[in-house]
Antibody, heavy 117, light 114 residues
């Protein structure tokens, strides 16, 4: 069965960096686009990064552009999110999500990121 | 403030039907048949229950159905059961011209089974 397992969350000071990882299994990882989606009590759900199935392209909303970088290693079925210059408003639960038929068909369990001094 | 508007709460008794609305614009909900719905129980990840407006993934009960009219999409839960009590979120493709709207979410609706 499809499994997405995130790791790397934690508490970090403003301005510092954090790298999230997502281990995928149970499907052909290299044939799916992948997203990172975050959830906060205040702003709800928000996509923060997308990467094409082959890693040839990636996109970000303005809220994280220039600070976050998504990448993948298809040989290891791994997805990553490098988060730099973190701000308090980046505090959220971050989900690794598979993209299928323009919907998010599988979600990981989420990893908590808290940005606080 | 979310891009798509959902009522913050909805409720119904067991066996009844409840409909949750999701209002966007002609640039998202009204412009594409790419509306999806997600169910989220407390401390769990969201789960896809409807995609492409009215399609159910395998394993999702047919008590869940979706529709769309103009800029408003709707999720109907028929024959309410206790386990349907959860938060429900809609999401729409918003086109690639403005990447901020590539995917837009609703603010969520808390469904209570009375």
């Amino acid at each position: 069965q499809v499994q997405l397992v995130e790791s790397g969350g934690g508490v970090v000071q403003p301005g510092r960096s954090l790298r999230l990882s997502c281990a995928a299994s149970g499907f052909s990882f290299s044939t799916y686009g992948m997203y990172w989606v975050r959830q906060t009590p205040g702003k709800g759900l928000e996509w923060v990064a997308v990467i094409w199935y082959d890693g040839s392209n990636d996109n970000y909303p303005d809220s994280v552009k220039g600070r976050f970088t998504i990448s993948r290693d298809n040989s290891k079925s791994m997805l990553y999110l490098q988060m730099n210059s973190l701000r308090a408003e980046d505090t959220a639960v971050y989900y690794c999500v598979r993209d299928k038929d323009v919907s998010f068909d599988y979600w990981g369990q989420g990893t908590h990121v808290t940005v606080s001094s | 403030q979310s891009a798509l508007t959902q009522p913050p709460s909805a409720s119904g008794s067991p066996g009844q039907s409840v409909t949750i609305s999701c209002t966007g614009t002609s640039s998202d909900v009204g412009g594409y048949n790419y509306v999806s719905w997600y169910q989220q129980h407390p401390d769990k990840a969201p789960k896809l229950i409807i995609y492409e407006v009215n399609n159910r993934p395998s394993g999702v009960p047919d008590r869940f159905s979706g529709s769309k009219s103009g800029n408003t999409a709707s999720l109907t839960v028929s024959g309410l059961q206790a386990e349907d009590e959860a938060d429900y979120y809609c999401c729409s493709y918003g086109g690639s011209n403005n990447l901020n709207n590539l995917r837009v979410f609703g603010g969520g609706t808390k469904l209570t089974v009375l």
